[in-house]
């Protein structure tokens, strides 16, 4: 990983938006190359930014398209580039909606601007950061989908790769706990690249699992 790192940020609230280039472009670590207020305004200013992002903290409620909405269009400009979304809004419908359209993380508009960089630094080696309370909503709606099995296939044969190991739900509910990656790793005794591999792991079974009649069932079984 090499610094500074191309950052962009969408948000179009003056005050947010202000807030945060001030404080990341003071960072070493990173180099702000686009900072706009709308999904449209960031794909039209895209060609005049010095280097193409590499990381792009992206709010969800933004005026014409929504922040997730836009991601598929900024993965189309930017398929290498990292998406991390932060909205007010932690609900599980909107959590699942992001990560399928290719966040790889989701934070809340509350989260420290200290933490936000550690988390920006996290998704640039290769994490997945979350929310506490977003976390939160991940692991109930994990625990509530049932895994169905294929027919004429015994139980034996079947390997679990859809489910969360008890080692990753360890994982994310030290993230629920607000713990930072190397608190988590220490409460384990693991390093902290394996809690990085794990978020990955989780991250990774919650798209393949995110086909769009899972998750409606999810969310139909929390609102029950």
Same mark, same amino acid.
């Given at each position: ?9 969408? %948000? #179009? @609230? ?19 190359? $686009? ?23 992206? #709010? ?12 598929? +269009? ?11 979304? $932060?909205?007010?809004?932690? #609900? ?12 790889? =993380?989701?934070? +809340? ?6 933490? /936000?960089?550690?988390? +920006? *630094? ?25 895994? !169905?099995?294929? !027919?004429?296939?015994? *139980?034996?044969? +079947?390997? !679990? ?7 990753? *739900?360890?994982?994310?509910? =030290?993230?629920?706990? =607000? /713990? ?12 902290? #690249?394996?809690?990085? &591999? ?8 919650? @798209?393949? &699992?995110?086909?769009? %009649? ?11």
């Amino acid at each position: 990983m090499q610094f500074p790192l191309a950052l962009a940020i969408i %948000e #179009d @609230q003056v005050s947010i938006r202000e807030t945060l280039h001030e404080y990341l472009s003071a960072q070493p670590e990173f180099r702000c190359v $686009l900072v706009v207020d709308s999904v449209e305004a960031f794909l039209e200013q895209l060609p005049t930014a010095a280097v193409p992002p590499q990381l792009i903290l992206s #709010d969800i409620g933004l005026p014409g398209l929504s922040g997730i909405s836009g991601l598929p +269009l900024i993965k189309q400009q930017l398929p290498q580039a990292q998406v991390l979304m $932060l909205s007010v809004f932690a #609900d599980a419908e909107r959590v699942f909606e992001a990560l399928r359209a290719g966040a790889v =993380g989701y934070l +809340l508009k509350n989260t420290p601007l200290a933490q /936000l960089k550690e988390h +920006l *630094l996290q998704v640039a080696a290769g994490g997945s950061p979350m929310s506490p309370s977003v976390a939160r909503y991940v692991v109930q709606a994990f625990a509530q989908i049932p895994v !169905p099995l294929p !027919p004429n296939i015994p *139980l034996d044969d +079947l390997l !679990p790769a859809e489910a969360l190991t008890a080692r990753e *739900l360890e994982i994310v509910r =030290g993230i629920e706990d =607000g /713990l930072s990656y190397k608190l988590i790793a220490e409460r384990h005794f693991i390093s902290i #690249d394996t809690v990085r &591999n794990h978020i990955r792991a989780v991250y990774r079974k919650l @798209q393949i &699992n995110s086909k769009s %009649e899972l998750m409606a069932h999810a969310l139909r079984r929390q609102r029950r």
